[in-house]
């Protein structure tokens, strides 16, 4: 009889132990007329913004192979307005892509406050700097693999340039 009773009581326990995802959670495409994984050659590393307040600059980053891995868009937000922004850019993003915790291979911010939305692979952050009189939005698209790559190049790059500093500085002493 214990057993039986046992039985259960296990499956129940396993069964709360697991993650469970939010519902209805959709892939981020990207913002600002840029998309995550396309292939773009032109230099968009940086832009100026007037199309979508509270962002006014936008920032873009491109794997070697130029495809774009990261979109970021930042923004500033006086502060009679901090509190209806910020309601309208988390309801926007949440109804578009769905609104979950942070997972392993999102982005991390020491921003006051941060959302995350989309998909784990295909996500969306919204940071939130709240300076009191004004604060500091930053809206974040990224494709975790394709960002993998990048900043693993980008490291590759920092040691290569790292190597050439040594010996030019080895040849001069």
Same mark, same amino acid.
């Given at each position: 009889?214990?057993?039986? *009773?046992? =039985? +259960? =009581?296990?499956? =129940?326990?396993?069964?709360?132990?697991?993650?469970?995802?939010? +519902?209805?959670?959709?892939?981020?495409?990207?913002?600002?007329?840029?998309?995550?994984?396309? $292939?773009? $050659?032109?230099?968009? %590393?940086?832009?100026?913004?007037?199309?979508?307040? +509270?962002?006014? %600059?936008?920032?873009?980053?491109?794997?070697?192979?130029? /495809?774009?891995?990261?979109?970021?868009?930042?923004?500033?937000?006086?502060?009679?307005?901090?509190?209806?922004?910020?309601? /309208?850019?988390?309801?926007?993003?949440?109804?578009?892509?769905?609104?979950?915790? /942070?997972?392993?291979?999102?982005?991390?911010?020491? @921003?006051?406050?941060?959302?995350?939305?989309?998909?784990?692979?295909?996500?969306?952050? *919204? @940071?939130?700097?709240?300076?009191? $009189?004004?604060?500091?939005?930053?809206?974040?698209?990224?494709?975790?693999?394709?960002? $993998?790559?990048?900043? %693993?190049?980008?490291?590759?790059?920092?040691?290569?340039?790292?190597?050439?500093?040594?010996? @030019? =500085?080895?040849?001069? *002493?």
């Amino acid at each position: 009889m214990k057993n039986l *009773l046992i =039985l +259960p =009581l296990a499956i =129940l326990l396993a069964g709360c132990s697991q993650e469970v995802a939010p +519902p209805n959670l959709k892939p981020a495409n990207g913002a600002f007329g840029y998309f995550l994984g396309a $292939t773009n $050659t032109d230099d968009i %590393a940086y832009q100026i913004n007037s199309d979508t307040p +509270p962002f006014s %600059a936008i920032f873009t980053d491109k794997t070697s192979a130029g /495809r774009i891995c990261r979109i970021e868009g930042v923004g500033t937000v006086q502060q009679g307005e901090i509190y209806d922004t910020k309601k /309208r850019l988390i309801g926007v993003l949440a109804e578009k892509y769905g609104e979950r915790p /942070r997972g392993l291979g999102d982005t991390a911010s020491i @921003a006051d406050e941060v959302h995350y939305f989309g998909t784990s692979n295909r996500a969306v952050s *919204l @940071a939130i700097s709240d300076y009191h $009189t004004n604060a500091m939005m930053t809206v974040e698209y990224y494709d975790t693999d394709l960002l $993998t790559i990048y900043r %693993a190049e980008q490291c590759a790059k920092d040691q290569l340039d790292e190597q050439k500093k040594k010996a @030019a =500085l080895n040849h001069d *002493l």
